[in-house]
């Protein structure tokens, strides 16, 4: 069994910073691609920020010069970090995977239970 599990959400005043972190556990042979998504209340869920395990990444418009993210591949870890914190950040934060499993010998997708992050004053 392979697991993501967030932490790191909150309250945050705006202009202020947050560092989410998904670690991942259980059977893994291999990390291809993390990302992080977020779903705001009544909006679709969006791609926030991509990274390959060399370290590409991309990020939306909306949060480019803003957040960062980068992985620890020893640690089997994604982060992100998020500096100047808008109230329309405000979302629930999914990290998504692509993880190869030494089990069964093929690659899944696997998405973390979420975290939420509140950006108001």
């Not at 599990?5 to 993390?34: D, F, H, K, T």
């Not at 982060?79 to 934060?93: C, R, S």
């Amino acid at each position: 069994q392979v697991q993501l599990v967030e932490s790191g959400g909150g309250l945050v005043q705006p202009g202020g910073s947050l560092r989410l972190s998904c670690a991942a556990s259980g059977s893994i042979l291999s990390i291809n691609v993390m990302k992080w998504h977020r779903r705001a209340p009544g909006k679709q869920r969006e791609l926030v920020a991509g990274i390959t395990r060399g370290g590409s990444t991309n990020y939306a418009d909306s949060v480019k010069g803003r957040f960062t993210i980068s992985r620890d591949n020893a640690k089997n870890t994604v982060y992100l970090q998020m500096n100047g914190l808008k109230p329309e950040d405000t979302a629930v934060y999914y990290c998504n995977a692509d993880i190869t499993d030494y089990v069964r010998m093929m690659t899944y997708n696997y998405w973390g239970q979420g975290t939420q992050v509140t950006v108001s004053s």
